[in-house]
C-alpha cells in the first residue's frame, strides 16, 4: 500500500511543476496541495495507518 502511495505522490510532484506555458499563472496551489497531501500521509505513518499484520 505504501508503494503505490509513492509513486501517486511522485507523479503528483511531476505533475505539479510549471513547466507548460498554461500552468505559470497557477502560483503555489499545486505545491501547496502537494505539501498538505505529503503532511496527512506522514502523520498517518507515525500514527501506523499503513501497518499490515496484527
Keep these: 500500500m505504501s508503494t503505490i502511495l509513492l509513486i501517486i505522490l511522485v507523479l503528483f510532484i ?5 513547466r507548460w506555458p498554461y500552468s505559470t ?3 503555489y496551489y499545486p505545491s501547496g496541495i502537494l505539501g498538505i497531501i505529503l503532511l496527512i500521509l506522514i502523520v ?4 501506523g495507518a499503513f501497518r499490515t499484520g496484527p
Design 14 to 18: 511531476i505533475g505539479a511543476l510549471p
Design 25 to 27: 499563472g497557477w502560483g
Design 44 to 47: 498517518m505513518s507515525l500514527m
